[in-house]
């Protein structure tokens, strides 16, 4: 499956490892940083809707 | 605005603070730079010019949090702000004050420092030279780092980190003119760099400055 | 159409509502293509271009370096622009997508780094040179760190907003100046090494030029990059919206109660 990458095989898949380890890392902290803003809006918004 | 300058002198002097500790702080540096590296005086001279450089960038850095924050918390730069002198005059003062109280004495004590290391004899005056040249763009810089944060109650640390990367330019032509001159080599192309950034800074960045001191004192 | 009329268009979505109205929309777009875009080119290039004569399989780095460093470098641009246009303009959404693009320019810049130094540890037999390039790459990362640290600090999101910018416009004539200063720097300390000359094959922008088996996966992936920085940075500027609204609501709360 994996083609031959000869004697630099670690270093190729360190690089892609690292990169989207990092890029995954940065997608999910977003993502779960906007659901927790999202609803915690939401929530307030409903809040001063029955406030007035 | 020479009362204001007048002012500022006296109070660093009376506080003590920029003037004796910058000067212990690099004295305190170049002292350490031997133990850590060892003794060797071959050694020492060749990275003496660059280590009496980063000596004087992190003394003058150490007494930028009080630049402006004395006069924020008594409230005097409410009234320096609404008093007829533009806010760019103010803020080129207490760079200047900044510099006569930390850059200057910097300059002076560096020659003897140097001998500390076992700078060679050509390397002195240039050192001086860079020195003299550079370390009023680090009062100017350091001066708008010190506007950007002085709203903040731990500013000291954020200071540091904005302040360090803005120095990066003064400080590779500063110490490429103090490294060039210890070795004997031309030094007239960084020297007019060096000039250049400074001259830049001291134009422009108060400007800069006094709009963050604007914002903050909004 | 007229050029004012195009520009008045463009200035609407400077509209909170309607900003987050529309990025909604088009978001899905962004986040399909670029994982599409992403996905095909960086499996053509690592499972079906061949390896290099000189540099052996480590050229498919190149797939991932080279977008990065684009973007990291594009990245902080559109943060001077959008800076610029917050001073000149006052509108929120300009001010909270530059701060919503900081961290991503931050991991693009760390994968630019991180790609070179294992990239470089079997081709220069080092992690890391004091080469002009990274060190300004370096020294722009340090940059990237001010400015998050600097809004993280102030509490009022406005002042924040023009403390940042004007840091962004000062701070990037201070990195052109450090890139300058660097050359010159290490152009001083050994005269055109000429190993770092292997530079020029992961630099697009230079004389070397890349073989076309590499460029169209590259360019695919370039795309890839470009498009999920798009998809990031629009997603993260909602989110920067909502949360200046919760605070505005909840002032305006404790204000009435």
């Not at chain 2, 005097?76 to 004050?97: G, H, Q, R, W």
Request: with cysteine; proline share 4%; aromatic share 10%.
């Amino acid at each position: 499956m994996i083609p031959d990458l000869g004697k630099y095989a670690d270093a190729v898949l360190w690089s892609y490892a690292v990169s989207l380890g990092l890029l995954i890392a940065l997608f999910v902290l977003s993502v779960m940083r906007g659901r927790k803003v999202r609803a915690e809006m939401e929530k307030v918004e409903n809040r001063m809707m029955r406030n007035g | 605005m020479i009362a204001l300058l007048l002012r500022d002198l006296k109070l660093a002097f009376r506080a003590g603070g920029g003037f004796g500790l910058g000067l212990a702080f690099f004295l305190i540096v170049t002292v350490l730079v031997p133990f850590s590296v060892g003794p060797q005086s071959s050694l020492l001279s060749t990275i003496a010019p660059g280590v009496l450089w980063l000596g004087a960038l992190l003394a003058c850095l150490l007494s930028l949090d009080r630049l402006l924050a004395l006069d924020w918390e008594d409230g005097s730069l409410d009234l320096l702000a609404t008093a007829p002198l533009p806010l760019e005059a103010v803020v080129s003062i207490k760079a200047l004050a900044h510099w006569l109280t930390t850059g200057l004495p910097l300059v002076l004590a560096a020659p003897f420092l140097g001998v500390l290391l076992n700078l060679p004899v050509p390397g002195f005056f240039w050192l001086v030279i860079s020195l003299l040249i550079g370390t009023p763009a680090m009062s100017v810089i350091g001066t708008f780092g010190a506007a950007l944060t002085v709203g903040l109650k731990r500013g000291g640390l954020l200071l540091s980190l904005l302040v360090l990367p803005l120095y990066v330019p003064t400080l590779i032509f500063g110490a490429e003119v103090a490294r060039r001159g210890a070795t004997g080599m031309e030094t007239q192309t960084p020297l007019l760099m060096l000039a250049g950034i400074t001259a830049a800074t001291i134009a422009l960045l108060p400007f800069a400055s006094a709009a963050v001191l604007r914002i903050n004192l909004r | 159409m007229s050029i004012a009329a195009k520009a008045n268009t463009l200035w609407e979505y400077a509209n909170p509502r309607k900003f987050l109205a529309t990025s909604e929309r088009v978001l899905p777009f962004f986040w399909i293509s670029s994982l599409v875009c992403l996905v095909v080119g960086l499996t053509w290039g690592f499972f079906f271009t061949p390896d290099d004569y000189k540099q052996g399989s480590t050229v498919k780095i190149i797939y991932l370096h080279v977008p990065a460093s684009l973007m990291a470098i594009n990245c902080w641009l559109m943060m001077l622009a959008t800076s610029l246009v917050w001073l000149v303009r006052r509108h929120h959404v300009s001010a909270l997508a530059a701060r919503a693009a900081a961290p991503v320019g931050i991991v693009m810049t760390l994968i630019a780094l991180a790609t070179g130094a294992i990239w470089g540890q079997p081709m220069w037999g080092t992690w890391w040179a004091w080469d002009p390039r990274l060190t300004a790459f370096l020294i722009l990362f340090l940059f990237y760190l001010g400015y998050v640290a600097l809004w993280e600090a102030i509490e009022d999101s406005d002042t924040a907003a023009d403390l940042t910018s004007v840091l962004c416009l000062v701070g990037s004539v201070f990195a052109l100046l450090s890139r300058y200063a660097v050359n010159f720097w290490n152009q001083g300390l050994h005269q055109g090494a000429s190993v770092m000359r292997a530079a020029a094959v992961t630099g697009a922008d230079t004389e070397e030029k890349v073989s076309n088996i590499y460029f169209y996966p590259l360019l695919l992936c370039i795309i890839g990059f470009v498009l999920l920085f798009i998809a990031l940075v629009l997603y993260r500027t909602g989110t920067e919206i909502r949360a200046r609204r919760i605070k505005a609501l909840l002032s305006r709360e404790r204000l009435n109660g």
